[in-house]
T-cell receptor
Framework: AQSVAQPEDQVNVAEGNPLTVKCTYS??????LFWYVQYPNRGLQFLLK??????LVKGSYGFEAEFNKSQTSFHLKKPSALVSDSALYFC???????????????FGKGTHLIIQP | DTGVSQNPRHKITKRGQNVTFRCDPI?????LYWYRQTLGQGPEFLTY????????KSRLLSDRFSAERPKGSFSTLEIQRTEQGDSAMYLC????????????FGPGTRLTVL
């Protein structure tokens, strides 16, 4: 069974500082990895994904994430945080499609990111 | 707006009643997914459709839950004999094809069972 761990319930960062939101995963097979953001009273919004290729992927709003196969991690990063980045962030994984189903995403519990002015 | 839409946005019901939610995916997307999210947790996968075919169901989907996508367009999720434990946000998502494409989520239907 696949799983995702987000070890921090909350991350506090001062505006302008770099931020990191951690994610580790466990799958049997090649992972597809995703980050989503959820604002209050709004649906999940896609930020970025890793499928294959370069380990550093860039996404929306200046976010990026680094895939590390040996550490089974996919940490979300941003060089300079904005107050508007404050939200709930979810990491998700699914296995590379092999014709055997298992197409649903498995999500972590989420990390509250709080950017302080 | 051509995103995923869900109706109703909120539903309050009494225990034992049946409820039905609707999801309209992005029009060119042939895959549709249902998830459930409870407070403090990430979304949990329930089921998905490719066109009208229901291809996968989670163990979370008890026999009181049924989902349909009769013409491969919109989908409905019905919960029969609701229980207080069914209170959650029910999310729908769609994607254009398999193979790593991200899923686009709707705003969700918040169900409260009294």
């Amino acid at each position: 069974a696949q799983s995702v761990a987000q070890p921090e319930d909350q991350v506090n960062v001062a505006e302008g500082n770099p931020l990191t939101v951690k994610c580790t995963y466990s799958v049997s097979g090649n992972p597809y990895l995703f980050w989503y953001v959820q604002y209050p009273n709004r649906g999940l919004q896609f930020l970025l994904k890793y499928i294959t290729g370069d380990n550093l992927v860039k996404g929306s709003y200046g976010f990026e994430a680094e895939f590390n196969k040996s550490q089974t991690s996919f940490h979300l990063k941003k060089p300079s945080a904005l107050v508007s980045d404050s939200a709930l962030y979810f990491c998700a994984v699914r296995v590379e499609y092999s014709g055997g189903g298992a197409d649903g995403l498995t999500f972590g519990k989420g990390t509250h990111l709080i950017i302080q002015p | 707006d051509t995103g995923v839409s869900q109706n109703p946005r909120h539903k309050i019901t009494k225990r034992g009643q049946n409820v039905t939610f609707r999801c309209d995916p992005i029009s060119e997307h042939n895959r549709l997914y249902w998830y459930r999210q409870t407070l403090g947790q990430g979304p949990e996968f329930l089921t998905y459709f490719q066109n009208e075919a229901q291809l996968e169901k989670s163990r979370l989907l008890s026999d009181r839950f049924s989902a349909e996508r009769p013409k491969g367009s919109f989908s409905t999720l019905e919960i029969q004999r609701t229980e207080q434990g069914d209170s959650a946000m029910y999310l729908c998502a769609s994607s254009p094809q398999r193979g790593g494409h991200e899923q686009f989520f709707g705003p969700g239907t918040r169900l409260t069972v009294l």
